[in-house]
């Protein structure tokens, strides 16, 4: 044996050799294949296209003149004649015209189920809504006419009357769109109102909701609502005969079984009649919009032909998408010291989009020893304002107990600063004054949140110094949500964000900290206050703007002395674009309003001849 | 009498044939394997039916989703009802796509199961080349090399090379695309879902190659860690027959060394081998989760994970089921091949 392995080391050698002659000869004929492949992928590469600019005849904008009145008695929506806009010479570009966005992930495709960021921004490029919010650049929102060109409101705010545009034709089937789509649309979202359809809940009634004649629909209304212009903005018009055709059984909603959610959540193709329709969905992949060529609305010059929502949401692969032009628009989830990266990546600028949202750190009312009012308020000089804005740079300071840039947001009643001093004070004043070390108050962090540990850690390290402890826990998602079902969660605070749906202060103040919220991540302060709830009520039915702001100061007033929650900072999203291809309005005037909005694909122009600069 | 007995002898040998043992098990396995996942799906934290109606969903429609979904049944029951459906060829909705999960799966399938096909190739060509280079001459630089590549192909996950594969290739040379299966601008319809096969059925030659183009990263990522491992295990198995005694004689009967080493000392090694590449490759339909998100990848094993994080039951409980029958299968594969390799095993003996 021992001979026999001496031989055979004394021939390996000649045998590695012709083993490695006949390896090397493998490896070399599978890197040919492989260049010769790579070759012939370059090869059949059609030749890139040459951006020419074509100019052509214009085409005038087929929106009829119609005269817009103002709603009484909300002042807030002006008379506004819209016009056909003068014609004006456009630019037909040859080549590719498409955008492509990145969210957290893909669309819901059902307008009345989608509510996150992604899916928001899909149903407000895909589908009409009766009105519409419009930002302006200097940062205020007015409701426009949209699919209705007029409305009125009844005397007692209980009947609102909407004269429909005509003409308006859905997507793939080319029907006109009617009242009776209007009215079928409320129905689908009140009946399921899993997505913004919970906005309209509390107020519509079904019974009073009907078609008056083919271009006229009256809402009728369980009570006065102050702010129903906005609320009308969420009504997405969906073609109620496509969507009766593709219902399925069996479903929670009744008589209406799925109510075709099924089969639109399948993205065959969409129901509406807005600037871009589907085209193609690839789950886990994308969603392909192409440009409604018989829009009733106007594009800008040079809007995209094409627009692929996508979800990347890694660094990496972003970078490398952008540096490489195969994506247009990141996510607003992206960790701050990548943005920094991105700026540097020639031509790609960073948006600054300030949305209606604000970081909250929702303290539970009803667990000791937060159920004292005192603890709460020591809790607030207990957070170090400066250094949260350095840990979460997508912050600004806030000043409201809403975001600042809400109408109707008033400042902090009395200064919100980092104090031991007067959190030490507040402490003596409270019930649980020399027993607070029985007590040990849980910040809860999401997993999914990196960096939000710091946060925790930092209330945390100033709460030592006047003796109270403070317990930072890691909570996947999931385990949040479940925790925040119940008011006996074992959690004392938890840190959210989280975004108003229209521009008034009360919207935030409703979300936040109405009753009807309670169980949702929306709240964790669980408080008993009827009386919150009918103030709360009593803002949303006055119909006068004047009034209703003033209204809502005393509720902010209000709701301050209860100190709800430690105000971190108001939210500013940061999204990384190619600026020196894209125009986007919502970049460069500084955005401002609802989360999801700020991607409104008709008003972006794209120039795919100066990308062509940077790809060479 | 004869005929009844010559039956009864085929009947015999159909029930202690291998497969028909195998099969027989694997269902068992794949029944039971339903059993756990579904139990688990149900004690996971979180309220499928308030996750997939969301945080504004009113509690009344909750408790009417939670009743269609059996939701308020005892968990018996509820097995009873899914175990109904599942031999009704449906797997029910799911909570992530508000499907069929039986469309989801059809629809993700081909994506990791392509994947999985490239990464396969990856890795035997590469489990077979290292190995045996590196067993048929130990201690040289090249085996040094290997066990270098090896350990570090270990410690790191196929996430972190798909993040720096993609980072050199894609970002710094730009040699490969760093997302999708295709290319914008390239289509190829869909037959059986595997972008390079539909490619050729249609003769889309531009479609194959980029297809093709778009495999290489990802499934370099997913197929390095695990080359480095097995190609040490056939190394290993290598050294050990080189030294044994049939290998001396058939040295002293003047037969080329490579024909003993790729012949004759390879084949006994694979023995050891292949059972390892063969659950490697099967573990991708559940691992590969992470590369499927850095490159876009519409997989399985994305769905999978997102369906985790939804609490979507039929969801994971379809994907795990497939998950159990690729592990299955393969298994069934490896076990024909290593009878085939090994003569002992077809005849009972032990591996």
Redesign the interface.
């Known amino acids: 044996?021992r001979r026999?392995?001496t031989?055979?080391r004394l021939?390996?050698f000649?045998?590695?050799t012709?083993?490695?002659?006949?390896?090397a000869i493998?490896?070399v004929v599978?890197i040919i294949i492989i260049a010769i492949?790579?070759a012939?992928?370059f090869l059949?590469?059609?030749p890139a296209p040459t951006p020419t600019i074509t100019p052509t005849t214009p085409t005038p904008t087929p929106t009829t003149p119609t005269l817009v009145t103002t709603p009484t008695p909300t002042p807030t929506t002006p008379a506004t004649v819209v016009t056909t806009p003068t014609p004006s010479p456009t630019i037909t570009p040859v080549a590719e015209s498409?955008i492509v966005v990145s969210f957290a992930n893909l669309p819901?495709l059902?307008p009345h189920?989608a509510?996150d960021e992604s899916g928001r921004a899909y149903i407000h490029n895909v589908y009409d809504t009766l009105l519409r919010m419009e930002y302006r650049e200097e940062g205020t929102i007015r409701v426009i006419p949209w699919l209705a060109t007029k409305w009125e409101v009844s005397e007692d705010g209980l009947t609102w009357t909407f004269y429909l545009r005509k003409g308006v034709k859905f997507h793939h089937t080319g029907r006109e769109l009617t009242a009776e789509d209007v009215v079928f649309s409320i129905t689908r979202m009140v009946t399921?109102?899993?997505?913004m359809g919970?906005l309209l809940?509390p107020w519509i009634d079904l019974e009073k909701t009907k078609a008056v004649d083919r271009y006229r629909v009256i809402v009728g209304l369980k009570k006065p609502c102050g702010v129903f212009q906005y609320l009308a903005s969420y009504i997405y018009v969906v073609d109620s005969e496509e969507v009766k055709k593709n219902i399925r059984s069996?479903?929670?909603y009744g008589e209406w079984q799925d109510f075709g959610?099924?089969w639109l959540?399948?993205g065959h193709r969409d129901v509406g009649s807005g600037p871009y329709m589907l085209v193609e969905y690839?789950?886990?992949?994308?969603v392909m919009l192409v440009k409604n060529k018989d829009w009733w609305g106007e594009f800008a010059p040079r809007a995209p032909d094409k627009v692929?929502v996508?979800?990347?949401t890694?660094p990496?692969?972003t970078?490398?998408?952008m540096?490489?032009r195969?994506l247009d628009i990141s996510t607003v989830w992206l960790p701050p010291e990548t943005y920094q990266v991105l700026d540097e990546i020639e031509g790609v600028d960073i948006a600054k989009l300030h949305y209606y949202g604000m970081y909250f750190l929702m303290m539970n009312s009803r667990k000791p020893p937060l159920d004292d009012v005192h603890v709460r308020k020591a809790l607030f000089y207990l957070f170090d304002y400066k250094t949260f804005l350095e840990i979460m740079p997508q912050h600004r300071e806030a000043r409201s107990i809403v975001p600042s840039n809400m109408i109707g947001a008033i400042p902090f009643p009395e200064p919100v600063e980092y104090n031991i001093e007067k959190a030490r004070e507040e402490l003596q004043k409270s019930k649980y004054w020399g027993e607070l070390d029985k007590y040990e108050i849980t910040f809860t962090w999401r997993a999914e949140v990196p960096g939000e540990d710091r946060v925790g850690l930092l209330l945390a390290a100033a709460a030592e110094q006047v003796g109270l402890k403070i317990r930072v826990v890691k909570l996947p998602?999931?385990?949040v949500?479940?925790a925040m079902?119940k008011p006996d969660t074992p959690n004392h605070i938890e840190p959210m964000w989280i975004t108003a749906d229209y521009p008034e202060a009360i919207s935030m103040i409703y979300l936040r900290w109405h009753s009807s919220s309670h169980g949702?991540?929306?709240q964790n302060e669980w408080f008993e206050l009827p009386e919150l709830d009918a103030k709360i009520e009593e803002v949303l039915s006055i119909l006068d703007e004047k009034e209703r702001l003033s209204k809502t100061a005393d509720l902010q007033r209000y709701i301050f002395s209860l100190y709800p929650s430690i105000f971190a900072g108001d939210y500013t999203g940061f999204k990384a674009y190619q600026s020196h291809y894209i125009e986007w309005p919502s970049a460069e005037k500084g955005f401002v309003g609802v989360f999801g909005w700020d991607v409104e694909y008709w008003k972006m122009n794209v120039y795919p001849e100066k990308k062509a600069e940077l790809v060479k | 009498m004869k005929n009844r007995l010559n039956i009864l002898y085929v009947l015999e040998r159909i029930f202690n044939h291998m497969l028909f043992k195998r099969t027989v098990l694997s269902l068992l396995s794949l029944f039971g394997l339903s059993l756990i996942i579904f139990t688990l799906a149900r004690i996971?934290?979180?309220?499928p039916a308030?996750?997939a109606?969301?945080?504004?969903?009113?509690e009344e429609?909750v408790q009417?989703?939670r009743?269609?979904l059996h939701l308020d049944k005892p968990i018996y029951l509820q097995y009873y009802y899914w175990l109904t459906d599942f031999f009704q060829g449906k797997l029910g909705?799911s909570l992530t796509?508000?499907?069929e999960v039986s469309?989801?799966i059809i629809?993700?399938l081909p994506?990791t199961l392509e994947l999985m096909l490239y990464v396969a190739i990856i890795q035997i060509?590469g489990t077979l080349?290292l190995g045996?280079?590196s067993g048929?001459?130990p201690g040289?630089i090249l085996d040094g090399a290997l066990r270098v590549f090896s350990y570090v192909g270990i410690c790191v996950p196929p996430f972190v090379w798909g993040?720096i594969l993609?980072?050199i290739f894609?970002?710094i040379l730009?040699f490969f695309?760093?997302?999708?299966?295709l290319s914008?601008?390239v289509q190829v319809p869909r037959i059986t879902g595997f972008v390079t096969i539909d490619a050729m059925i249609t003769g889309n030659?531009?479609g194959f190659?980029?297809g093709?183009?778009h495999l290489i990263l990802p499934s370099l990522a997913l197929a390095l860690g695990a080359m480095a491992q097995e190609a040490r295990i056939l190394r290993s198995a290598m050294v050990e027959n080189?030294?044994k005694?049939y290998?001396?004689t058939l040295?002293s009967h003047g037969i080329?060394?490579?024909r003993?080493?790729?012949r004759y000392a390879l084949k006994p090694s694979l023995v050891s081998t292949i059972p390892v590449v063969g659950l490697d490759i099967a573990s991708l339909i559940a691992n590969a989760f992470m590369v499927e998100?850095?490159?876009?990848?519409?997989?399985l094993s994305?769905?999978g994970i997102t369906a985790m994080?939804r609490?979507d039951l039929n969801g994971i409980v379809g994907v795990v089921l497939v998950a159990g029958l690729v592990y299955t299968i393969t298994n069934v594969i490896v076990d024909i091949i290593l009878t085939l390799l090994d003569p002992r095993l077809r005849y009972g003996g032990e591996r």
């Open positions: 044996m026999g392995k031989s055979l021939r390996s000649s045998a590695t012709k083993g490695i002659s006949k390896a493998a490896v599978i492949a790579g012939a992928y059949t590469l059609p498409i819901y059902d189920v509510h399921m109102p899993e997505g919970y809940v069996p479903g929670p959610k099924g959540m399948e690839v789950p886990g992949s994308h692929k996508v979800a990347i890694d990496v692969p970078q490398t998408l540096s490489k195969e998602w999931l385990k949500v479940e079902t949702t991540v929306n | 996971m934290p979180g309220d308030r996750m109606l969301g945080p504004r969903a009113p429609l009417k989703y009743e269609m909705i796509s508000f499907r469309v989801d629809e993700f994506a060509t080349i045996t280079l048929s001459k040289s993040l993609q980072f894609s970002y730009g695309p760093a997302t999708e299966r914008p601008s030659l531009r190659v980029d093709l183009w080189i030294n005694d290998i001396l040295l080329p060394n490579y003993i080493y790729f998100v850095i490159f876009n990848w519409p997989g994305k769905f994080l609490k």
